[in-house]
């Protein structure tokens, strides 16, 4: 029996010793194509701020939202299901390729033919035009979905890194080159044009199908009721992310929107730049234990725990920080905007953690969980909204109400997971958030002198102290408590740096 017991435990070891690599490989690669991809569309963008006029942008940001709604209709989630369910056979592989090459060159001939609607609603001729050259962007982002997921499903990050950055390169370079060569607002939809043809290049010629004549009905009905559950959260959540801004921009007034989204953008750049570099690589990972759920909720909780100890402590020093965030990023004129960013900032930690829950209902195959908690975010999200701008009329109120609906969001979407998905006790989900909230609460208790003694200051020196403060006491508290030994792992490398140049 011991012996039985001792071998159990080895191979749990290995199977947890091979989750972390895999984790740590995929989260590396994704973050070298996420961060890279950062500077270069940087520098795209300064280049063509430079040579294209706000007009020129905003008619292409019209545009861009437009097929964003479109495009929810290409994947149906069907990617994510192809990389949940490991047994499709290569046959059934091929029927639901067709089935996306089909509804993609549909759904890019009714883009094509709205094209003429859309110019005549926002009266702009050229907007039609870039709506009718877009709608190749439709066809090849529905005919790389198959594809595409088996990259994911057979966890080549390293592949999908490379091969992101290599589009990137290439799609930068031809907005530029366009852009110089006078092409005008045509250069902003080179490199998404660019990009869905090379990403289906790639990936077909690693991953090729056969195309049949057939909507493949038979290879769908066997992820249908894992890939509707998908679609129809993709499809709330799209409308649930920017209901506030059309609200805005109707019922108060444009100035009012740009304030609100200047912040609502800085709250989402911690999201944006952790969370994504981790959330891909987690459902192809995962998925392997979609038939062990303890195994699957026990390997969560290390993310959750390290989630948390990065979001919670800086939810706290952005909202000490949030005056002098926006000053340096965006400016003077951009000052009111400062309260609302500092509200909004409260929920970037929960919004850090929640942000990973979506790979984890798909990893456990319970899309239809996802959907509830889709379901009843959008209600209470909008009923945020409403409340905010048509009872209050603030934008500090619509802040304040929409942190409330996240947090409200976040007790039931892990209530939803621990009780249906995982069939376990949230206590274990509670335990791992309180070390990250103490280290936030011991932050605050120093950073609030240091907000009023520092209030006249330069921000650049305030910026610098309370992020100084701030990283030692996480750095103290972590060492402290043996949540991780910095000093032991400085040291290991600084012994292995004084060996090698022996």
């Not at 972390?20 to 890279?36: D, E």
């Not at 490199?191 to 790639?202: A, E, G, H, Q, R």
Request: glycine content about 6%; charged content about 10%; some cysteine.
């Amino acid at each position: 029996t011991q012996g039985y017991s001792s071998a159990a435990s080895d191979v749990y070891k290995r199977q947890a010793n091979n989750i972390k690599r895999q984790l740590f490989s995929g989260v590396f690669y994704t973050a070298l194509a996420k961060y890279s991809g950062i500077i270069i569309s940087l520098v795209v963008a300064g280049i063509l701020a430079r040579l294209l006029s706000p007009d020129d942008f905003g008619i292409v940001a019209i545009a861009t939202v437009i097929i964003a709604f479109f495009n929810l209709f290409t994947d149906m989630g069907v990617s994510p299901a192809i990389v949940q369910h490991k047994s499709l056979t290569k046959e059934e592989l091929s029927d639901i390729f067709s089935f996306t090459v089909w509804t993609g060159m549909a759904i890019s001939l009714l883009f094509f033919a709205a094209s003429w609607l859309i110019a005549r609603y926002y009266d702009s001729k050229i907007l039609g035009t870039l709506c009718q050259l877009l709608s190749v962007n439709l066809f090849f982002a529905s005919a790389t979905i198959v594809p595409g997921a088996l990259f994911y499903r057979n966890k080549e990050f390293k592949y999908i890194a490379v091969r992101s950055f290599i589009i990137q390169i290439a799609g930068g370079a031809g907005a530029v080159t366009a852009a110089l060569c006078g092409a005008g607002l045509y250069a902003l939809i080179i490199t998404p044009i660019i990009s869905s043809i090379l990403i289906f290049v790639i990936s077909y010629q690693r991953y090729p199908q056969r195309l049949h004549f057939t909507w493949g009905l038979t290879a769908l009905r066997k992820i249908f009721s894992y890939s509707a559950y998908q679609f129809l959260f993709n499809v709330i959540n799209y409308f649930s992310r920017n209901l506030d801004k059309l609200l805005i921009g109707k019922h108060m007034s444009m100035s009012d929107l740009g304030y609100y989204e200047k912040s609502y953008r800085l709250m989402m750049l911690p999201l944006q730049n952790i969370t994504q570099v981790i959330t891909p690589v987690m459902h192809p990972i995962f998925s392997d234990f979609q038939n062990d759920k303890a195994k699957l909720a026990a390997s969560y909780e290390r993310i959750i725990r390290i989630l948390s100890f990065i979001g919670l402590p800086l939810s706290v020093l952005l909202f000490f920080t949030a005056e002098e965030v926006t000053l340096i990023i965006f400016g003077d004129q951009w000052m009111p905007s400062v309260p609302v960013f500092r509200i909004l900032s409260l929920s970037v930690g929960i919004q850090i953690i929640l942000s990973s829950s979506g790979s984890i209902f798909q990893a456990a195959g319970d899309t239809r969980s996802l959907f509830v908690c889709g379901v009843f975010s959008s209600i209470l999200n909008v009923t945020g909204m409403l409340v905010g701008i048509f009872y209050f009329g603030t934008l500090t109120a619509v802040a304040t109400c929409i942190v409330l609906t996240f947090t409200v969001n976040f007790a039931q979407c892990y209530w939803q997971m621990y009780h249906v998905t995982f069939r376990r006790n949230v206590w274990s989900f509670i335990r791992q958030l309180l070390s990250p909230l103490a280290i936030s609460g011991l932050i605050v208790l120093c950073l609030l002198p240091v907000q009023y003694a520092m209030e006249e200051m330069n921000i650049f020196v305030t910026i610098i102290t309370k992020s100084m403060i701030s990283f030692t006491i996480f750095g103290g508290y972590i060492q402290v408590t043996h949540e991780y030994d910095i000093i032991g792992k400085v040291k290991s490398i600084a012994g292995k740096y004084i060996k090698k140049t022996e």
